[in-house]
């Protein structure tokens, strides 16, 4: 009688290092196709589209590879030094920069407070809200306030909105619901992610909803600054 091996199957491990793989070989792929081209063709390259191209494939590499080293860091908690941090001043001093279509609409209470790592903080806000841009249609409305014993982020778009089937799935690694779309925007497919690593981090969930007349909402939740017991 021949035995045969149980099936293996792949690991939640197995399978973020097979997407991270494809997500990097797409550039790489594109990058050596062109310069192979050039070199076959020298006299027939024109030299700066060549190079414009092969300069955003690098860009495209340089995201991907600061997102998984990110990742990693949130995962072991490096640099995670917490301190008291203004929710309300993060959001406003990251809205400020961007002018322009979508409009960004603020409503924002004072002085809510959250015991986290600053950078990290950023990092969280800026996703959501760049999350928001490339789906949005006309605005985007940001929203800090308390909420009992918690400070609440809500950032909501006006564009298509997400499925209810698809709301966890958005914060799985290099899951696009409109892959093509995404990669042209910019995207890595990792900012999601990153945002909720960083919010179970500080003891927060992050999820979505939907927004009143369409589009998506992402609402964060964190421990106010005040309900956190500090380690001495």
Request: charge should be neutral.
């Amino acid at each position: 009688m021949t035995s045969t091996a149980p099936t293996q199957w792949p690991t939640q491990q197995d399978r973020f290092t097979a997407d991270a793989a494809h997500e990097l070989c797409t550039p790489l792929a594109g990058l050596r196709a062109q310069l192979e081209e050039a070199l076959l063709h020298p006299g027939e390259t024109d030299l700066p589209r060549l190079l414009d191209a092969a300069l955003r494939d690098v860009d495209r590499l340089e995201a991907i590879t600061a997102d998984l080293l990110l990742l990693t860091q949130v995962a072991a908690g490096t640099h995670l030094k917490h301190q008291t941090v203004d929710l309300t001043d993060t959001v406003r001093s990251h809205a400020i920069r961007w002018t322009g279509r979508p409009e960004i609409r603020l409503r924002t209470a004072p002085a809510v407070t959250v015991h986290a790592a600053p950078a990290y903080l950023a990092r969280l806000v800026t996703n959501l809200i760049d999350n928001a841009r490339r789906h949005a249609r006309q605005s985007i409305q940001v929203q800090v306030r308390h909420y009992d014993a918690l400070a609440e982020l809500t950032v909501t778009d006006d564009g298509p909105g997400i499925p209810a089937q698809d709301r966890e799935r958005v914060f799985e690694r290099f899951t696009r619901l409109d892959s093509a779309r995404c990669r042209r925007r910019g995207g890595t497919g990792l900012g999601l992610a990153i945002a909720r690593d960083i919010a179970h981090a500080h003891a927060g969930t992050l999820h979505v909803e939907d927004a009143p007349g369409g589009g998506a909402r992402f609402v964060l939740r964190l421990p106010l600054a005040r309900y956190v017991a500090v380690q001495p």
